[in-house]
């Protein structure tokens, strides 16, 4: 079977990058941007950052900001209406997963107009056009929507979030500055950063992983486990490492899925509004628990370059296990909680192992699991 990877046609990285953002709308001639974010980043002053480029350079744009942490059907039909009403040209997409999701939806619907009902989108929808054309600029460091095919919608009539994936949504340019997520607090930090790891972890062991998105995924592994806990500290050098480490564990799961840690995840968000990176890190070391059955033979791999000492040397059961205490010990370190008490609620459980045994990054995760397995996860973090 033949590999697919899709990433972005041009990405920059480092200190400064945000500044090829006006350079790249002109030299392809467009007018007028829809600038893609959320409340709190133009409160915070974030988002004022690419606002004053396209000021000093004359080009025009407009807000949207009808943006929630989950975004719904709703943001999306509004920023549909909203790119039709500037008469804008192009998407500049200036925030975390959110603000990005939103605009790869807008984006989308605004080329295939076909698509308008925003549900028709969920799973692998067959749009005929590349979306808008988009620059992404991430604000956190963990979900990579600036170089994945994916986004996630939150349908509030159904309680559920669902998954589109498509490879007419990639933004064209990425646009990954450090810089732009110093202002990140400690919280915020380390749930996405926690997300990041479970994107390389969940996407390493993945029934679809191959010899590149393996690559990918071991470096952004060591990556993130070097230098999270420097970000959450908002060290220089740790905003940096991860805000590489969660681009290229983009590289890799967007190209080859996930697995029950991120099904399971999205019912929490979709039901109880909880940040995804929370529930992710809260969820993973139960599901590399689980999964250690199919998979465990790679989890070595994942301990040695999460750095764990002598590992070459345990058997595979206690590098399975030295791995798992790893993840936990990370997780701890940058203050998510170890278990769902005070979130899940008992008489929930049954709606969210149905949802989650339904979604989209289920089918990836390499061990067969059922309704009632999930259910059994979800119970075992109450």
């Not at 039709?84 to 997963?97: Q, S």
């Not at 998979?295 to 370059?305: D, H």
């Not at 940058?334 to 979604?359: M, R, T, W, Y």
Request: aromatic share 6%; with cysteine; hydrophobic share 45%.
């Amino acid at each position: 079977m033949a590999n697919r990877i899709v990433l972005n046609t041009i990405s920059y990285h480092g200190k400064g990058a945000i500044e090829n953002i006006v350079p790249e709308l002109t030299a392809r001639g467009y007018k007028k941007a829809l600038v893609c974010t959320d409340p709190d980043l133009i409160k915070f002053g974030v988002a004022g950052k690419v606002t004053a480029l396209l000021d000093a350079a004359g080009f025009a744009y407009e807000m949207y900001t009808d943006i929630k942490a989950n975004p719904t059907i709703e943001n999306v039909q509004n920023g549909v209406a909203a790119f039709g009403a500037a008469k804008a040209d192009c998407i500049v997409a200036v925030g975390g997963g959110s603000a990005m999701d939103t605009a790869k939806a807008i984006g989308i619907i605004v080329n295939n107009p076909e698509f308008a009902d925003v549900r028709s989108l969920e799973g692998v929808a067959p749009t005929k056009k590349h979306a808008v054309f988009t620059i992404a600029v991430p604000t956190t460091a963990g979900t990579a929507a600036e170089v994945t095919i994916n986004y996630v919608i939150t349908d509030v009539e159904k309680k559920r979030k669902f998954v589109c994936v498509d490879t007419n949504d990639i933004p064209e340019i990425a646009v990954v500055d450090p810089d732009m997520m110093a202002s990140m607090p400690k919280g915020l930090t380390a749930a996405t950063g926690m997300d990041a790891l479970t994107h390389a972890i969940e996407g390493y062991i993945t029934k679809g992983a191959c010899t590149i998105s393996d690559m990918f995924h071991l470096e952004a592994i060591r990556l993130i486990s070097q230098n999270l806990r420097g970000a959450v500290e908002n060290k220089p050098a740790g905003r940096e490492g991860m805000a590489l480490g969660q681009y290229i564990a983009g590289m890799g799961f967007s190209n080859v899925g996930l697995g029950i840690v991120h099904s399971m995840a999205h019912g929490l968000s979709a039901l109880y509004d909880t940040p995804h990176g929370v529930a992710c890190a809260i969820i993973l070391p139960t599901g590399l628990e689980y999964n250690v059955s199919a998979a465990g033979a790679r989890y070595r791999a994942i301990g040695k370059a999460m750095g764990v000492d002598g590992i070459d040397s345990m058997d595979d059961d206690a590098a399975a296990q030295a791995t798992i205490d790893a993840v936990k010990q990370l997780s701890a370190d940058v203050g998510i909680p170890a278990n769902l008490k005070g979130i899940l609620k008992e008489e929930d459980v049954q709606f969210l192992s149905e949802s989650a045994f339904a979604d989209a990054c289920c089918p990836g995760n390499p061990r067969e699991t059922s309704v009632e397995e999930i259910a059994a996860l979800y119970r075992s973090l109450i």
